[in-house]
Each structure stands twice: as C-alpha cells, then as structure tokens.
C-alpha cells in the first residue's frame, strides 16, 4: 500500500478509534455528489467516477463525435492529474494528517474555484478542473490512515454492501459498524446529488462556489491548526 500509518489499523478499528472518520467521510461524500451533479448539469458525463466517463469515451469514439471524444478524455486525465497531485502533496510512507492533508483540501477548493469562474463565463473548460478537484480528494481520502476510503464514487461500496448482506444471509459474522459506515457513505453521496440538482436547477453553476468554500475552509482551519487536527486525528487508544 503506498499509504500507511505508523500505527496500522482495520477499518473496523479505525471506525471505533477515530471519532471524525465517519462524519468526515459523509461530508466528503456528499461534497462530491453535489460536484458531480452540478458537472453532469453542464455536461453529460460523471467527473467523480472514471467508470462512466471511459463508457462515454467509447460510445464517442464509437460514434465519431471526436469533439465530445476529447471533452470526455480531458476529463479521464484531469482526475488522473488530481489523484496524482493528491500522492505528490501527502504521500508519504508514514502519514500523519496535518497541515499536507489540509493544503490538498485547500488546493481542491481552489481548482474548484477557478472551475465556477469558468463554467459561470460560460466555458465548460471547467468541467475537467471539477474532475481534477475530485481525482484530488479521493487520492486523498485513500491516503487517509492507509484506509483507502473513497468518497467520490460509489461503485465499490454498493459491492461491499452487496458482499455483507450476502454474508448475512449465510449467518456469517459482519461489521455492523463498516456497514453503518457504508451506507452512510452511499446516502451521503446521493443526498449530495440531490442537493446539487436543487442548486444547479436555480443558480446554475454558481452553485459550485459552495463546494469551494467548504473545501477550502475545512483545509485553511487544518493547516492554521495542525496541532489540534492532529490531537483530533488521533486514534484513541
């Protein structure tokens, strides 16, 4: 795993010793749900997700749409580009959140940021900076205590649901609390989606600045107060 802590933990252990994992981890998730839906308002592909993106990528190519073929492939790159700053900012063997954590979630409220001020001036050039500011926070959150908790798409934790419940079935033993944590993360994310339609349907993509401020914010406290996030970010013995 190119992420780890000190102290390594299981996500099991991690939800019981880490009081924030899960609220952060809500949070995040319907942070990219609410950037999602604004992005699929301006153009019709997810950003927070690549598997939706390569489809279209196909079916365009497929097509010879090749201008939709391209907008779709800078997306693809852009979150590619994101994950990647996300790994040059706080990769580190032993990571121990503090002020790098903070200054990814500053840098993604600001590409979210430059994003509003071009999809507002209608340029959809934007879209592939709101993809970037997703690449960058899932490379984050999947750097987090080494958990690989990803909170821009959804795709592998409906699995994991699936796998539990099936466990259940079989009067297996299961996590009930990784279970609580991803449903949460799943409700989460579509509670964002909502939010953001609702947001796009009556302010358009100015609504954008309000996952900016909030990424920005959440980062600008931790890298002014590293000792306290990381007094926060202990895990409890």
């Not at 979150?79 to 063997?93: P, Q, S, V």
């Not at 879209?127 to 899932?138: E, F, K, R, T």
């Amino acid at each position: 795993m190119p992420y780890s802590h000190p102290q390594a933990l299981s996500r099991e252990q991690a939800l019981g010793r880490i009081g924030h994992l899960l609220p952060g981890a809500l949070a995040l998730a319907g942070m990219a749900g609410f950037i999602n839906s604004i992005a699929l308002g301006v153009f019709n592909s997810p950003v927070s997700h690549m598997t939706g993106a390569v489809s279209y990528l196909g079916i365009d190519v497929a097509d010879g749409r090749s201008t939709d073929a391209v907008a779709t492939l800078s997306i693809i790159g852009a979150f590619m580009i994101g994950a990647g700053l996300a790994g040059f900012i706080i990769g580190a063997k032993e990571l121990s959140p503090g002020r790098r954590f903070g200054a990814a979630l500053v840098l993604e409220g600001g590409i979210l940021a430059l994003a509003t001020y071009l999809l507002v001036s209608g340029r959809r050039s934007g879209v592939p900076l709101i993809a970037m500011a997703c690449g960058l926070q899932n490379g984050t959150t999947s750097s987090y205590f080494g958990l690989m908790i990803r909170t821009t798409h959804v795709t592998g934790t409906v699995t994991d649901i699936g796998v539990m419940v099936g466990h259940w079935l079989r009067h297996r033993h299961v996590e009930r609390k990784k279970l609580i944590f991803m449903i949460g993360v799943v409700a989460a994310f579509g509670t964002g989606v909502w939010i953001g339609a609702i947001a796009n349907s009556r302010i358009g993509s100015a609504a954008l600045a309000v996952a900016s401020f909030c990424a920005a914010a959440a980062g600008g406290t931790i890298v002014a107060f590293p000792a306290w996030f990381s007094r926060v970010a202990k895990p409890r013995s």
